[in-house]
């Protein structure tokens, strides 16, 4: 077997690792890039003929995993995309929600190019009808169900807990003396996370490609965390302030929204306020969400036995006019808007009419990639440009990592040490120094061969 990474090698997006095995050619993950430099990186010729691809197996449908998947079939993709029934449904609203947001950005360029005089045409890298065009190769299966992939190579799901649907790939492929397991991690949720199952680690592997994104810290704990996020919105609310929430549409809101629903329940904030959710995909996710119990935690799933709904009194916008209607609100407001990273969407509306104001609040409740505006307001920025203008950034910043859908440094290792033999382990999915760093932390303490391929390097297995 031939393996290749060619995406979410130092950096946490475009995850993308092509394999090679028995005449067999297959992909896992096919994910767009994010932050600096990544529409050159998004437009790039892919490495391989996608024409000559038998199978795509996805792991979960977070754009970072599958934003490129209509590009690929676009350009000749004719095999199967195997992931399963949740991931399929959310992969459909994520992915038409990108191409729309595509469409957009490349007709406000072209409008703004041709108003200076400029003759550059602005394209999208696909448009909704390439999305539309990659069902007829979707094919759903279940968690644990062993697939048949022909040439000695078999799959199976094992869930990842990392979001609705999301998935660890298991791989055997038939070596010349015995058959061998590649397990491909995608990125695995932390124990507790709500509404999901936690975590199933495989039960052995030869090899591992393990996710690295907070490999090098520990997440404050569940209740740690929930007190913190008590305690900002009682203080903000306190102030008069609102709490924008910059949110992935899919796995976070629900989450969060999961989570304000207990809090309003047992009077933890002690002023009222209103949860407005400013994200038509997050509606249709939630939707999807309700509609997939079998990827439901007991917890969860006592909720509903008992007649209570999972998510309480939310307000989602279905227009612009609902979205503007937010920024007329001064005080009592949790405003949950996409993008997770702040790199578009509708929080920046928000953000021009809230971050400048001292009494209100911004919490990130969600990984930050370098490059991002998100992380430059971690990083201290005291001004930051927003649609266009400089907005001053003085309303108070609040990182909780414990709301993170991605295991911890300890989780990882947890989720390795589960492993009953001892596998080779390729670190990817993380920053560099992170995956580095995670790398020798699996050595020191698992007592494991482990490393961080570099960009398009080729392994034999």
């Not at 992909?27 to 437009?43: A, K, P, T, V, W």
């Not at 909704?128 to 644990?144: G, T």
């Amino acid at each position: 077997m031939l393996i290749r990474f060619l995406g979410a090698v130092g950096t946490v997006t475009g995850s993308c690792v092509y394999i090679e095995c028995n005449q067999t050619r297959l992909l896992i993950d096919c994910g767009m890039h994010q932050g600096y430099g990544s529409d050159e990186l998004n437009r790039a010729p892919f490495e391989f003929r996608p024409s000559d691809l038998d199978y795509l197996l996805l792991t979960h449908a977070h754009i970072d995993h599958s934003g490129l998947v209509p590009r690929l079939v676009k350009e000749g993709f004719k095999g199967n995309i195997l992931c399963t029934p949740a991931t399929s449904e959310l992969l459909m609203i994520m992915l038409k929600d990108s191409a729309h947001l595509q469409e957009k950005d490349a007709e406000w360029h072209n409008k703004k190019e041709r108003r200076a005089g400029g003759d550059r045409v602005f394209t999208p890298l696909y448009y909704l009808s390439d999305v539309e065009a990659i069902i007829p190769f979707i094919r759903p299966i279940q968690y644990s169900v062993l697939e048949h992939l022909g040439a000695g190579l078999m799959c199976k799901f094992l869930d990842a807990g990392h979001i609705l649907g999301s998935a660890s790939i298991e791989l055997w492929y038939q070596d010349r003396q015995r058959q061998k397991r590649v397990v491909f991690s995608g990125d695995i949720g932390k124990h507790d996370n709500p509404i999901v199952r936690d975590p199933k680690p495989p039960e052995d592997a030869d090899y591992v490609i393990i996710e690295s994104t907070y490999g090098n810290r520990l997440h404050r704990g569940k209740q740690e965390s929930l007190n913190e996020f008590v305690e900002v919105l009682n203080e903000t609310f306190k102030r008069g302030g609102n709490v924008m929430i910059p949110s992935f549409a899919v796995g976070r809101t629900q989450d969060l929204l999961f989570i304000l629903n207990i809090l309003s329940g047992n009077g933890a904030i002690k002023y009222p306020f209103k949860t407005f959710v400013d994200s038509p995909l997050a509606k249709e996710a939630t939707d999807i969400y309700l509609k997939h119990p079998e990827c439901f935690d007991d917890e969860t799933l006592r909720i509903l036995r008992a007649g209570r709904r999972l998510f309480g009194n939310v307000y989602f916008t279905s227009s612009v006019e609902d979205s503007q209607a937010i920024n007329k609100i001064q005080s009592g407001a949790v405003i949950i808007a996409g993008s997770g990273m702040c790199e578009g969407g509708r929080i920046g509306h928000h953000f021009k009419h809230n971050l400048w104001r001292k009494e209100c609040s911004l919490i990130f409740v969600g990984y930050q990639a370098s490059g991002t505006l998100g992380r430059r307001i971690i990083d201290g920025a005291k001004i930051v440009k927003i649609l266009g203008e400089d907005i001053a950034v003085k309303a108070s910043v609040h990182t909780i990592g414990g709301f993170s859908a991605h295991a911890d440094r300890q989780g990882l290792l947890d989720w390795l040490r589960a492993i009953k033999n001892r596998p080779k382990v390729f670190v990817n999915h993380g920053e560099q120094d992170i995956s580095r760093a995670f790398c020798d932390t699996i050595t020191d303490e698992l007592s494991l061969e482990a490393l961080c391929p570099q960009r398009y390097k080729v392994f034999s297995l």
